[in-house]
């Protein structure tokens, strides 16, 4: 008799503008699940791969065309799909990923202007009937965005975008949140870290 199949682990993401506070609490939630007994993988988007690591420092760094933005952002994603978050899912582990599409439809899609028929197309092509399980999106004003940037490093090519490019797309991020039928939960990311990781908590319940 073959052994059972275990059953598809749950996927997790992390979003919100630059600055926003989402990296500050992956590794809380990572404590929170592994305490629950789940096997844990965190990585990030772009990257999560040594090719996706690679398209992620061109994405950062070098200027281009919104549509190639696009297309590199959505490349990474479909080698980060094929060689860490579908595997790992199949074994039955929780994925945590620092971003994943909702970046591409905050930052191409409301950031740049890019319209969203195309990125829905891209999406369709590489994750059909894949969805985050729970999207934890970390929304902050802009000017709290800035100053939490300011006082910790050196901007990258998105970092030192203008307020209005931030504006956009933590618009979208909340259009898209209202539409997501829950699978985006807003967590109101201007209060303390404590009271951040008791919404956190709230939001994992019943996942656990
Ligand atoms: N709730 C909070 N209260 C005060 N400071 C915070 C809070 N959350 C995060 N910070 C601080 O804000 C800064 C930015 O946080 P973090 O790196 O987690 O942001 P991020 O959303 O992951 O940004 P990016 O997407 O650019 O990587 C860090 O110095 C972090 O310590
Ligand atoms: C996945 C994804 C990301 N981006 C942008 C958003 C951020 O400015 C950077 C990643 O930096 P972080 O410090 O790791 O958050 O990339 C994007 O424009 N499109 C995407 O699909």
């Known amino acids: 008799m ?6 598809r682990g749950r996927f997790i993401t992390f979003e919100g503008i630059d600055g ?6 992956i590794g809380f939630v990572t404590g929170l699940l592994q305490d629950a007994g789940k096997n844990v993988v965190s990585t990030r988007e772009p990257g999560g791969t040594p090719l996706g690591e690679k398209l992620r420092t ?8 919104v549509g190639t933005e696009a297309l590199l952002a959505f490349a990474s994603r479909r080698e980060h799909l094929a060689q860490v978050i579908g595997p790992a899912l199949g074994r039955g582990d929780w994925v945590l990923s620092d971003r994943f599409t909702d970046a591409s439809f905050a930052y191409q899609g409301g950031g740049r202007g890019l319209p969203l028929p195309k990125l829905e197309a891209l999406e369709q092509w590489v994750h059909p009937g894949l969805q ?3 999207t934890l999106l970390f929304d902050v004003p802009l000017e709290v965005a800035r100053e939490r940037l300011d006082a910790t490093r050196t901007l990258d090519k998105f970092e030192s975008e ?15 949140a209202q539409e997501s039928g829950g699978r985006i939960v807003v967590v109101d990311s201007t209060r303390s870290i404590e009271e951040v990781r008791a919404q956190l908590k709230a ?3 019943k996942f656990l």
Do not use: I, V, W
């Open 2 to 7: 073959s052994a059972p199949m275990p059953t």
């Open 20 to 25: 926003a506070g989402k990296s500050t609490h």
């Open 58 to 65: 061109l994405l950062l760094h070098e200027k281009m065309d």
């Open 132 to 134: 985050p399980d729970l």
């Open 162 to 176: 203008e307020a209005a490019f931030f504006e956009r797309c933590r618009n979208e991020y909340l259009r898209r």
């Open 203 to 205: 939001a994992l319940e």
